[in-house]
């Protein structure tokens, strides 16, 4: 397969695109959309957001040191655009996206009550890496809706249609192509079958 060389950049795709809401404790909130996110770590867990210091929600978080990574949905596709090209500094876009405010367990920051997972977010470091600031932060609380736990108590993200960003394009996630460690899982299932029909 030939290839061709391009000048660096990022070209880790997929990603996860969430809205991230903030609050600076008198009474503004606000959501803005980021795709640069990620984990860094299990144990203790821990996450991070990118945020161009010129973005209105860059200094709330920045004053308040909470914020939440609210996951996004198919159905969330519309405001998960909006709130990534329409500044919080000239419209409060929970109401301009009909977003649902629900109150955290343990930040002072409203969760998006229709995103089907809220984690909510300390910040611990700010690098200044270039055009855009890391938030390092560790994850307090995480909100899970209930419809995406089956009766085992199995966590089901899949079943919320989660949404990805790729160069410019929304995409939502496709089938289910294998669990974790399924390339090296003995395959029992063909060994019953074998079993039964010596069986007849």
Known sequence: ???????????????????????????????????????????????????????????????????????????????????????????????QMHLTKEKAKVVNVPMIAESPVNIECKVIEIKELGSHHMFLAEVVNVNVDESLMDETGKFHLSRSNPLVYSHGEYYETGKELGSFGYSVKKKKAKKKKRKERYRE
Do not use: Q
């Open 1 to 95: 397969m030939a290839k061709i060389s391009w000048k660096p950049g990022n070209m880790v795709y997929p990603l996860p695109a969430v809205l991230v809401t903030c609050s600076n404790g008198r009474g503004e909130d606000n959501v803005l959309t980021i795709a640069w996110t990620g984990t860094v770590c299990t144990n203790p867990p821990m996450t991070y957001i990118s945020v161009r210091p010129e973005r209105h929600s860059y200094h709330i978080i920045k004053e308040s040191g909470e914020f939440i990574i609210n996951l996004t949905t198919k159905e969330l596709a519309k405001a998960t655009d909006f709130c990534g090209v329409r500044s919080g500094k000239d419209m409060d876009k929970f109401e």
